[in-house]
């Protein structure tokens, strides 16, 4: 076990599967205090479980990050617990492709719901706790390669990681002078359940050609990103190593998307 982040406390939304997973087994190995944070909580249980087993600290917590009183309750949670909180990851997120032409409202908002305002809301909650504390702290956000460059079957998905990079901006603008920094890290290609899904949704609309594979194949290095590719990145975010940078969005993403 490492200590780079020992005594401090992280929520991971998102954190009981894929890259959130990876962020949480990576920051505990550091010996943070994990509160993994999700609407699957049978999950989030069993990431706990392997974390504290693994000889992390680690607790479960049941947060709907589309409301803001749960967002609220996972953070309060959190400070039971563990005394105080030190940094908050924007993490969940979902997509659900479809072709440009035939995105509907619905499809659209839901997206924008979950990648995007929650993210809002989620670095507003864990800032007003940071001032309660008068500690300071970090806001850490999950863009996207799709929030630099819009692609045709995840138009709104797209939209919403502009949008996560935007907000990480002015965030950073905005709580500044309370001693918090807010960034952001873009992934590309991740070896993840919802891959998984994204690929048989893909195929369902006609777009199979243009799913992981094929994304895969244009990355510099090689190959597709694990969750563990993530976690470094994810760890210098969290840590005093990262005090001086705030409001950045740092890509992972293998080489994909250069600017």
Request: with cysteine; proline share 3%.
């Amino acid at each position: 076990m490492g200590s780079r982040m020992a005594g401090r406390t992280v929520i991971v939304t998102g954190g009981a599967s894929g890259i959130g997973l990876g962020i949480s087994t990576g920051l505990a190995a550091e010996g943070a205090n994990l509160v993994i944070a999700d609407l699957n909580v049978e999950d989030a249980q069993k990431a706990a479980d392997a974390i504290t087993h693994a000889g992390g600290n680690a607790i479960a917590a049941h947060v709907d990050v589309t409301k803001r009183a749960s967002v609220a309750a996972g953070i309060e949670r959190a400070v039971q617990e563990f005394g105080k909180l030190d940094c908050y990851f924007n993490n969940a997120g979902f997509n659900k492709p479809m072709k440009f032409l035939d995105v509907t409202e619905e499809n659209f908002t839901a997206i924008m719901n979950v990648n995007a305002l929650a993210v809002f809301v989620g670095t507003q909650e864990a800032a007003k706790q940071y001032i309660r504390q008068g500690t300071g702290g970090k806001v850490v956000n999950t863009a996207s390669i799709a929030g630099r460059s819009g692609f045709p079957s995840f138009a709104p998905y797209s939209a919403s990681k502009a949008a996560v990079i935007s907000i990480t901006q002015a965030a950073a603008r905005a709580l500044a002078e309370h001693n918090i920094t807010v960034n952001a890290f873009s992934p590309g290609v991740v070896q993840t359940p919802l891959w998984t899904t994204l690929d048989k949704d893909l195929e369902e609309i006609g777009e199979g050609d243009s799913g992981f594979d094929s994304m895969a194949a244009g990355i510099l290095v090689g190959r597709a990103a694990q969750p563990e590719d993530i976690a470094p990145t994810a760890l210098f975010l969290a840590s005093s190593d990262s005090d001086y940078v705030t409001g950045q969005t740092m890509a992972i993403d293998g080489g994909m998307i250069l600017v």
